[in-house]
Structure formats: structure tokens, C-alpha cells
């Protein structure tokens, strides 16, 4: 096994796009910021034997990337479904060990664009896959390799991250299959290690964890011992109410949602949440209320309890349905709902 090349591209010196506050550098300042919330360890982390550094998952489409962070980090911080394209924003979840600290950078698949969106979505994944020390390309164990699969392999090539294989699902196939997938995915391109692994099942997701943090190059500690993620509250909780109503239009309009937290107030024991769901159409809109608003009413049930468990506290969440006219293809739109 060979150590990744050319030094720390997430450090300090290059400027990290993919770290705190998404311009900011990941500087030995914020080493110094987690020393003083945990003490004199951070401080000693500096030394050599630590390491610390950036990686992602990437993949085409619902090859269970984001499922696979949150079975790492131990918490949800990326949304999941079972629509393909379901992540749209690069969100940070921050692994902390005594001997090293992991920060996984979550990001939207890879895939064919036919909107402005799209195409801002696929620059994203670029942008970060250029800017991290380890990427974990992950193709599922019960799906055949695909030209999806070809393209990315090809493209990550190029780059100068140290590329493993992570063969996702693994509980979804026997042993004999997943040998075969396991030795289809070794003869697709140059992998520094081919792991299998199945988040649902914790099966060889600390396996995965070593094999990552071991490619990391040694680095003073990046972020402070009680983060889990830079990303901001509200952005999370829209995350989580558009996970929700996600999976109350089934396969009727997956990719025309898009949810803006307008106002969070905290309350003696109580969050007041105030948020827009956007759609592209009124049909689209009257889906998504349903009859007697009986489907705004389940998302609000299914979305106010995740963010209850993300807050730690009572919420109460008002939800409106709005109109954006084809707000994918709008770049005026796109940048109004944060793209």
C-alpha cells in the first residue's frame, strides 16, 4: 500500500474550499480552537502519530454514499432516500478518534444533467473530489457494473487522492455474488484497497474507517472534539423536511422540491420553525399538500421528529407550499434557494 501523493491538498496552504464555512482554510487555528474546548489533548495532537484530513464518497447515483457517512459518523448529517440524486449540497461530518480525526465530505452523485441544476450539482462534486486526500468510489454489491460506473473510474484517475473501491450493500447479496462483484470492481481501475461494506448492517464500516484514516496524511487536529459538522442548523433542518416530503410524493416529483428555513426562534423549551417547501408547479403543489392538506400534514409529523432528535429540543414547525417556476432551470431561482 503506498501513502497518498503530494502532501495535504485539504491543508492549510491550498486554500480548502471543502473546509469550516466552505472558504475558509482548515488552518492550525482551528486546532488551536479545539484545544481550548477539550483541553490540552487537542493541543498534543499536533504531534507526530496524528493524522487528519478530508474525504468523500462518490458514485453515481443511490450507490448509498450518504447512508454510508451517517453509519460512520454514528448520527444522521446527510439525508437519505431512495430517489436517486437526493443530496444536493456538500455537507461536512467530522469522525473523531484518539489517533486521528476523519472528515468526510458528503456530496450529490455524480449523473447525466439536463437542468442549470444539475450542472451546478456536478461542478460541486468536481470541485470537492479535487480537494480531499481519500475517495471512496462506491459501486452497490447487488447492482452490475455500468458505463456510470466506467466514467467516474476514469475521471478519478486523475487526480492526485489516494481512490478505494467500497463495494456498498453488501447485505443485499451471498457470498457468492459479492466475490464476483468484488473481483469485477478490482479489474475496473487502480485501487489503492477494494473494501466491501454494508452501512446497514455495520459490517466492515470500522474496517473502512482504518483503511481511510491510515491513507490521511499526519495533521494537527482540524476541527474542535464536540463537532460532528460545520454545517448550519438551518440548513440541516430544511435538509431533513425535504427528506420527508421526499418520501410523501413517492416517485411523483422527487427532484422539484426544494425547502428554504425562512426563521428558527428558540423559545423556553420550544424551537418555532418557520419553512417554504418550493415546488416548480401548482399541480405540483396541490401533490404535495394532498387532499385536506392530509400530506403536508405527514411530512410535518415525519420531518418534526427528526429535527426534535437534531436539536434535542420541542419543536414546532410551520410548513408552506410555494411556487418557483421552473426554479431548476432559473439561475435567478437557483440562486434564491441556495444553489
Given at each position: 500500500?503506498?501513502?497518498?501523493?503530494?502532501?495535504?491538498?485539504?491543508?492549510?496552504?491550498?486554500?480548502?474550499?471543502?473546509?469550516?464555512?466552505?472558504?475558509?482554510?482548515?488552518?492550525?487555528?482551528?486546532?488551536?480552537?479545539?484545544?481550548?474546548?477539550?483541553?490540552?489533548?487537542?493541543?498534543?495532537?499536533?504531534?507526530?502519530?496524528?493524522?487528519?484530513?478530508?474525504?468523500?464518497?462518490?458514485?453515481?447515483?443511490?450507490?448509498?454514499?450518504s447512508?454510508?457517512?451517517?453509519?460512520?459518523?454514528?448520527?444522521?448529517?446527510?439525508?437519505?432516500?431512495?430517489?436517486p440524486?437526493?443530496?444536493?449540497?456538500?455537507?461536512r461530518?467530522?469522525?473523531?478518534?484518539?489517533?486521528?480525526?476523519?472528515?468526510?465530505?458528503?456530496?450529490?452523485?455524480?449523473?447525466?444533467?439536463r437542468?442549470?441544476?444539475?450542472?451546478?450539482?456536478?461542478?460541486?462534486?468536481?470541485?470537492?473530489w479535487?480537494?480531499?486526500?481519500?475517495?471512496?468510489?462506491?459501486?452497490?454489491?447487488?447492482?452490475p457494473?455500468?458505463?456510470?460506473?466506467?466514467?467516474?473510474?476514469?475521471?478519478?484517475?486523475?487526480?492526485?487522492?489516494?481512490?478505494?473501491?467500497?463495494?456498498?450493500?453488501?447485505?443485499?447479496?451471498?457470498?457468492?455474488?459479492?466475490?464476483?462483484?468484488l473481483?469485477?470492481?478490482?479489474?475496473?481501475?487502480?485501487?489503492?484497497?477494494?473494501?466491501?461494506?454494508?452501512?446497514?448492517?455495520?459490517?466492515?464500516?470500522?474496517?473502512?474507517?482504518?483503511?481511510?484514516?491510515?491513507?490521511?496524511?499526519?495533521?494537527?487536529?482540524?476541527?474542535?472534539?464536540?463537532?460532528?459538522?460545520?454545517?448550519?442548523?438551518?440548513?440541516?433542518?430544511a435538509?431533513?423536511?425535504?427528506?420527508?416530503?421526499?418520501?410523501?410524493?413517492?416517485?411523483?416529483?422527487?427532484?422539484?422540491?426544494?425547502?428554504?428555513?425562512?426563521?428558527?426562534?428558540?423559545?423556553?423549551?420550544?424551537?418555532?420553525?418557520?419553512?417554504?417547501?418550493?415546488?416548480?408547479?401548482?399541480?405540483?403543489?396541490?401533490?404535495v399538500?394532498?387532499?385536506?392538506?392530509?400530506?403536508?400534514?405527514?411530512?410535518?409529523?415525519?420531518a418534526?421528529?427528526?429535527?426534535e432528535?437534531?436539536?434535542?429540543?420541542?419543536?414546532?414547525?410551520?410548513?408552506?407550499?410555494r411556487?418557483?417556476?421552473?426554479?431548476?432551470r432559473?439561475?435567478?431561482?437557483?440562486?434564491?434557494?441556495?444553489?
Amino acid at each position: 500500500m503506498t501513502a497518498p501523493q503530494g502532501g495535504h491538498p485539504a491543508s492549510p496552504q491550498g486554500g480548502h474550499p471543502a473546509s469550516p464555512q466552505g472558504g475558509q482554510p482548515a488552518s492550525p487555528q482551528a486546532g488551536d480552537q479545539g484545544s481550548r474546548r477539550g483541553g490540552d489533548r487537542a493541543g498534543r495532537r499536533t504531534e507526530y502519530g496524528y493524522r487528519a484530513g478530508f474525504a468523500c464518497f462518490v458514485g453515481r447515483p443511490n450507490a448509498g454514499k450518504s447512508t454510508l457517512t451517517n453509519a460512520i459518523v454514528g448520527q444522521k448529517i446527510a439525508i437519505t432516500s431512495s430517489k436517486p440524486q437526493t443530496t444536493r449540497h456538500v455537507i461536512r461530518a467530522v469522525l473523531h478518534r484518539p489517533d486521528s480525526q476523519l472528515v468526510l465530505v458528503d456530496t450529490p452523485g455524480l449523473h447525466r444533467p439536463r437542468t442549470l441544476l444539475g450542472e451546478r450539482l456536478n461542478d460541486l462534486v468536481r470541485q470537492t473530489w479535487s480537494e480531499v486526500d481519500v475517495i471512496g468510489l462506491c459501486i452497490p454489491a447487488d447492482e452490475p457494473i455500468g458505463r456510470g460506473d466506467r466514467f467516474i473510474t476514469g475521471e478519478l484517475a486523475e487526480l492526485k487522492a489516494t481512490v478505494l473501491a467500497v463495494v456498498t450493500k453488501t447485505d443485499l447479496v451471498d457470498r457468492k455474488r459479492l466475490a464476483e462483484q468484488l473481483l469485477a470492481v478490482a479489474e475496473l481501475g487502480d485501487f489503492a484497497e477494494v473494501v466491501p461494506v454494508s452501512a446497514v448492517s455495520g459490517h466492515q464500516v470500522e474496517t473502512l474507517v482504518d483503511v481511510m484514516t491510515g491513507y490521511l496524511p499526519a495533521s494537527p487536529q482540524l476541527y474542535p472534539d464536540d463537532m460532528l459538522t460545520d454545517e448550519p442548523e438551518q440548513v440541516l433542518v430544511a435538509e431533513l423536511i425535504r427528506e420527508a416530503a421526499l418520501e410523501g410524493v413517492r416517485d411523483e416529483l422527487p427532484h422539484s422540491i426544494a425547502v428554504v428555513v425562512e426563521e428558527m426562534i428558540p423559545e423556553d423549551r420550544l424551537t418555532k420553525i418557520y419553512a417554504d417547501v418550493y415546488v416548480e408547479r401548482s399541480s405540483q403543489k396541490a401533490i404535495v399538500i394532498g387532499a385536506r392538506a392530509s400530506r403536508l400534514k405527514e411530512v410535518g409529523i415525519r420531518a418534526r421528529q427528526q429535527i426534535e432528535e437534531l436539536l434535542g429540543t420541542r419543536i414546532y414547525l410551520d410548513l408552506h407550499v410555494r411556487v418557483a417556476k421552473d426554479w431548476q432551470r432559473d439561475p435567478k431561482q437557483l440562486r434564491k434557494l441556495g444553489f
